[in-house]
Every structure is written in C-alpha cells, then in structure tokens.
C-alpha cells in the first residue's frame, strides 16, 4: 500500500473509532426548560443561493439553535410552536 493510502487509512480509522457521532452538530442543545419558539416543517432557504430544504429550527434565549432534520423537534417543550409547513423561513430582519 502507498504511503498516501495507507496515511489516508490510518485517520479514517482514527476518525472512526474516536466515538464521535456524525449526527451530533444536528442535534440542538436544549436547557430543561425548552425553547421559547419551535418552528417546525419549514422550507428553509439559508440565502446562500442553495436550494431550500425541509426542517426544525428552535429559538431560545434570542439564539437559534442549529437547523434539524423534520420532525426531530416534535416533541420539544416550547412557550410558541410554529407550524411552518409548506412556508418558507428565511434570515432576515
């Protein structure tokens, strides 16, 4: 094997055992007390020019936490939960 590869092999088997959960940035870190708004179903467009796509985004503390996959915020505690399905949510003031 060439020393790129074998370079290449050696951190992939690094990367892979070192426990690290691919999905763990989606996850969003929720306080026990919940979100202050839950925005769920949405079509969001980042204003990157990349095509929209569906999720759940929460917002608490006036912070808003990472977009997740649909539905993964379902069931998160929240003072405002937003039905945003078929609309869409954009950055913007």
Do not use: K, Y
Request: include cysteine; proline fraction near 9%; hydrophobic fraction near 40%.
């Amino acid at each position: 094997m060439c020393r790129t590869g074998a370079a290449f092999l050696s951190v992939f088997l690094f990367l892979a055992c070192s426990g690290v959960s691919p999905d763990a940035a989606s996850r969003p870190e929720e306080s026990p007390q919940g979100f202050d708004v839950v925005i769920l179903g949405g079509r969001f467009v980042d204003g990157t020019g990349n095509a929209w796509f569906p999720g759940d985004v929460g917002i608490q503390n006036d912070q808003i936490t990472p977009i997740t996959p649909p539905g993964l915020l379902a069931n998160a505690e929240a003072e405002l939960r937003i039905d945003a399905t078929d609309m869409v949510v954009s950055p913007g003031s």
